[in-house]
């Protein structure tokens, strides 16, 4: 069995003259949950899509569970299950209707796991979809999404429209769906906090193309914010190291971000320009706007 199930080879995706993927290359591995970062606008949303054949790239290749993205086989789709930003359902069925109806196109459907799903997030089974709420509609997608266990579920912006409680009821399930090893999951999402708590895995869009693609882990030991003080005054060459993402100087002391961290890094500043320093860690969200910064 491969250990990829998406790949996007030498992607781009132009709309008009506006380029939104250029020449991108993305692999997504099997059994790990992967966060998707990038500013709105970056084209996450895109990639996505590119990605479930939903679009289709001006030039490139996307693969999904093995075969071409734009002409899946019945058996892959039952693998699949995608959450869009904007869940668009018939508003005249009653959602315990429009469960047995999505139930009926899945070979598996497991009936037991969705009712338990819509009694946890207190979705009435006889109110009609039409009359829920934004937030209640997105509820009613993921559980759609999750009811025939897909192996691979994609979630393009899932909680955007869930108050903190249904947040934290929704990662609760995914980090379930996410126990079992076979399972993969794509989850885009500007809310960084969530991704902390569930993926061990992020990517990050930036300026149409996969900027970082790695262990969550491996992103924090790599990105630092180092604090130097030097008496004497800073060096010429502080904003030429290596990494730098950003820097804050003023007469003796500098605050600055780099990505690229080496633990020998500070014992060594402190002994040529002897320097106080330093080093902070950062968050996930910290770490985004650093990589991001202008």
Not at 138 to 144: E, F, N
């Amino acid at each position: 069995m491969t250990e990829s199930v998406i790949e996007l080879r030498n992607v781009t995706k132009r709309f008009k003259q506006k380029v939104v993927l250029d020449n991108l290359d993305f692999t997504l591995r099997r059994g790990t949950v992967t966060g998707l970062l990038g500013k709105n606008g970056a084209g996450k949303t895109t990639l996505l899509k590119c990605a479930l054949g939903l679009l289709t790239p001006q030039t490139g290749e996307a693969r999904l569970l093995g075969e071409p993205a734009t002409k899946l086989s019945a058996a892959a789709k039952n693998r699949l299950g995608f959450v869009p930003q904007e869940v668009s359902l018939y508003p005249w069925m009653k959602v315990r209707q429009i469960a047995a109806y999505t139930g009926a196109f899945y070979a598996r459907w497991n009936q037991g796991l969705v009712e338990r799903l819509l009694k946890e997030w207190e979705l009435n089974t006889d109110e009609r979809v039409g009359t829920l709420s934004t937030g209640q509609t997105q509820k009613l997608g993921i559980v759609l999404a999750l009811g025939h266990e897909p192996e691979l579920l994609v979630l393009d912006e899932p909680v955007a429209s869930l108050d903190p409680s249904a947040r934290r009821q929704f990662l609760g399930t995914l980090l379930d769906v996410a126990m079992d090893g076979n399972r993969t999951v794509l989850l885009s999402t500007h809310i960084t906090s969530d991704l902390e708590r569930v993926a061990d895995q992020v990517a990050v869009l930036k300026d149409g193309k996969i900027v970082y693609d790695d262990e969550l882990s491996s992103l924090k030991e790599s990105v630092k914010r180092l604090r130097i003080v030097v008496p004497t005054g800073l060096p010429s060459g502080l904003r030429d190291l290596p990494g730098i993402l950003n820097c804050q100087a003023n007469g003796t002391s500098a605050v600055f971000s780099l990505r690229g961290f080496l633990p020998e890094l500070p014992e060594r500043l402190a002994r040529d320009w002897q320097a106080q320093v330093s080093v902070e860690d950062l968050n996930l969200e910290e770490i985004f706007l650093e990589l991001h910064h202008e």
